[in-house]
């Protein structure tokens, strides 16, 4: 039996799975991620791989609970030190994901996922976007994925909270074209040789999922989510939007700022700018220097 550590969410388990799906040998995971509204899905995840015989989720960000004995693998395409030497990438594995009769549409058609991620402020694209890409199409357009923000988008096949993930899985697995933000979706359509447009966090991502790797060949046209957030925007929803993410930051950094260098703008500016690497950080120092200029 092969027993290992992994972390992280919904697409890092994706990516862990193609990593583990040439193994043959019986499968034991330890996995720490630290929102429990995940966990099923992620057991459905290795759910793909029959011989992973037990998964154990932990739900902390504290990874010194792993077993230092127990071997790591990396959730990223690129291979990694602490990846062991017999773990290879398979890009293009065969995974079979959950249909349903009645999503079975005609081909060819686009799938477009207008929301992705945990951040209810940035990951996901503007209204007006999603109208041009439907409006622009040449292909009937299939609109997947779960916040009502889109329930009303008309002149397109709306399926917004309407499927399972893995159904919308297969209708991605299916289509012709993929549209959405860099995620398991996207991951999904990459690994069916599907080409895709597509929003992403960084170049830090980009470097561990996409550039000098087989998935590269089918992003055919990649934005930041900076970029894309410095674009179009009016100043009121874009201080909305900064307002609503650094409160989310906050939150994930209350063990280094306290509830009275909240009041300190300046000190809260300074320790933000130590972590300038994170690019919804990097976003948000970068909006006050230009709002400065």
């Known amino acids: 039996m092969k027993v290992f550590n992994i972390s ?23 996995h720490i991620q630290p ?10 995840i290795y759910a793909l791989i029959p011989n992973i015989i037990e998964v154990n989720i932990l739900n ?52 477009l ?9 940035l990951r996901e694209m503007r209204l007006k976007t999603v109208k041009k890409i439907i409006k622009n199409s040449k292909y009937k357009v299939v609109l997947v994925g779960t916040s009502k923000k889109y329930e009303n988008v008309d002149n397109c096949i709306n399926l917004i909270n309407k499927t399972t993930l893995f159904e919308a899985l297969n209708i991605i697995k299916n289509s012709r074209y993929f549209i ?52 179009g925007y009016s100043i009121r929803r874009k201080i909305k939007t900064l307002f609503f993410e650094f409160l989310n930051i906050i939150l994930k950094m209350r063990h280094r700022i306290s509830i009275k260098n909240l009041f ?4 809260v500016l300074s320790i933000l700018n130590n972590d300038n690497q994170n690019p919804r950080i990097r976003l948000i120092l970068n909006f006050f220097m230009e709002e400065k200029k």
């Open 8 to 30: 992280g969410t919904i697409g890092d388990t994706y990516a862990a799975c193609c990593k583990l799906n040439d193994l043959k040998e019986p499968i034991k995971i330890f």
């Open 35 to 44: 929102y429990p509204q995940f966990n099923n899905i992620i057991r459905k």
């Open 60 to 111: 902390t960000d504290d990874y010194s609970k792993f077993d230092p004995k127990i071997p790591m693998i990396d959730a990223h395409c690129k291979r990694h030190p602490v990846d062991p030497d017999y773990i290879k990438m398979n890009f293009f594995p065969n995974f079979e994901f959950e249909s349903n009769e009645k999503f079975n549409f005609e081909f060819p058609y686009i799938v």
């Open 113 to 121: 996922q207008p929301k992705a991620g945990r951040t209810e402020q």
């Open 180 to 231: 959405g933000l860099f995620g398991i979706m996207t991951m999904v359509a990459l690994s069916h040789r599907i080409n895709c447009n597509y929003i992403y966090n960084d170049d830090l991502e980009m470097k561990a999922m996409i550039y000098n790797m087989p998935w590269e060949k089918y992003s055919h046209k990649k934005i930041s989510l900076e970029d894309y957030l410095k674009s």
């Open 264 to 267: 300190q703008p300046l000190k």
